[in-house]
């Protein structure tokens, strides 16, 4: 059965790091695109880094362009978000997605429950 569990969110200052992390079952790592969305209280959530496990090709919005560096580990199925310079603005519960194309069923979708990250100024 296909899980992901996100951990590493808590407090920090602004202009410090952080490293978000999400655990992924049921699946290997070179049959998806899998990626990380943030959303923060009244807002609607947005995508913010994603990556392909068949090319590594990578995606950011540009809201986190140069700041955050989206890696994953296929022997522990873990993709990572390493958050740097963060910014009040960057708080919001942060959520790992991943988009799998299995052989006989398509693609499907499925989201982690979140980790909340607060950046204080």
């Known amino acids: 059965e296909v899980q992901l569990v996100e951990s590493g969110g808590g407090l920090v200052q602004a202009g410090g790091s952080l490293r978000l992390s999400c655990v992924a079952s049921?699946?290997?790592?070179?049959?998806?695109?899998i990626g990380w969305f943030r959303q923060a209280p009244g807002k609607e959530r947005e995508g913010i880094s994603c990556?392909?496990?068949?090319?590594?090709?990578?995606y950011y919005a540009d809201s986190v362009k140069g700041r955050f560096t989206i890696s994953n580990d296929n022997a522990k199925n873990t993709l990572y978000l390493q958050m740097s310079s963060l910014k009040p603005e960057d708080t919001a519960v942060y959520y790992c997605?991943?988009?799998?194309?299995?052989?006989?069923?398509?693609?499907?979708?499925?989201w982690g429950q979140g980790t909340q990250v607060t950046v204080s100024s």
């Open positions: 997605k991943a988009d799998v194309q299995w052989n006989v069923l398509g693609t499907m979708y499925y």
């Open positions: 990556i392909s496990a068949l090319d590594g090709r990578t």
């Open positions: 049921g699946f290997t790592f070179d049959d998806y695109v």
